[in-house]
């Protein structure tokens, strides 16, 4: 059993929440399912769920806002459950903070991949290195999903801005390509690429670091892709 791992379901529709709760709790993990947003931060609250496989058209609160909430907070994981499934709207998903964006309907299996990938990546983050990683006075704390400035003020990242800027550090004053930044930072379990949605996260990253008062961190190398300038030091 994945005693560990815990998944909240939420969706309106009583057929589909009960068909992707039970088709997960058949591979050991632990589920609930509810019906709508309020409904979702009771039980996250009581269950403390790693993830949170969300539908994003829903009476009441719809699935963006919430997921653009849970990623202000910290919170769990996030994938994204929607009938709008075009390249538009997966990339909105991302932006705000979704970890993965699948459409409806979708291959039971697949939503397993995606779900073990994810809890993947974020056991990974929790297991990096004591101390985080330094570069040019930044401090990235990937334990604690956290990053301060030179000064020590604190910046909230999304979930895709986080693994983005984990994976510049990780690979730092080298080119990655669009495809390279999407496979470290989202995992080759994905199975389309979102050129646009890399290209707008790297924007939105640049921008909260220059809100900040410093310099270029991030360029971009016509045709090729991004380099993060400064070396890093782990610990």
């Known amino acids: 059993m994945n005693l560990q791992t815990p998944i909240l379901v939420v969706d309106d529709d009583p057929g589909l929440r009960s068909l992707i709760a039970t088709f997960l709790a058949e591979h050991g993990y632990p589920v609930r399912a509810v019906a709508n947003v309020q409904e979702m931060r009771e039980q996250i609250a009581r269950f403390q ?18 997921a653009r909430r849970l990623a202000s907070e910290n919170g ?4 994204m459950l929607s009938a709008l499934g075009t390249d538009t709207d997966r990339i909105i998903g991302l932006e705000v903070g979704a970890d993965d964006y699948l459409a409806k309907p979708c291959n039971p299996r697949e939503l397993l991949a995606r779900v073990r ?36 003020r604190f910046v909230n990242l999304s979930d895709g801005e986080f693994s983005l800027l984990r994976t510049f550090v990780e690979h730092p004053q080298r080119v990655l390509s669009r495809n390279q930044l999407l496979d470290y930072a989202r995992g ?4 389309e690429v979102y050129d646009r949605a890399i290209d707008s996260q790297v924007s939105r990253l640049r921008r909260k ?6 310099g270029e ?3 971009t190398v016509r045709n090729e ?4 300038l400064p070396p890093v030091v782990r610990g």
Do not use: K
């Open 117 to 152: 990938a994810v809890l993947r990546r974020r056991q990974s983050a929790a297991a990096a290195p004591a101390g985080g990683y330094h570069f040019a006075g930044w401090h990235l704390e990937p334990a604690r999903r956290e990053l301060r400035t030179p000064d020590g």
């Open 49 to 66: 769920p790693h993830l949170v496989i969300l539908d994003v058209m829903m009476p009441g609160e719809d699935g963006l806002s919430a």
């Open 225 to 228: 892709g991004y380099m993060l």
């Open 217 to 219: 961190l991030i360029r």
């Open 188 to 191: 080759q379990d994905s199975s």
């Open 209 to 214: 670091i220059h809100d900040c008062g410093h």
């Open 76 to 79: 769990p994981a996030v994938i």
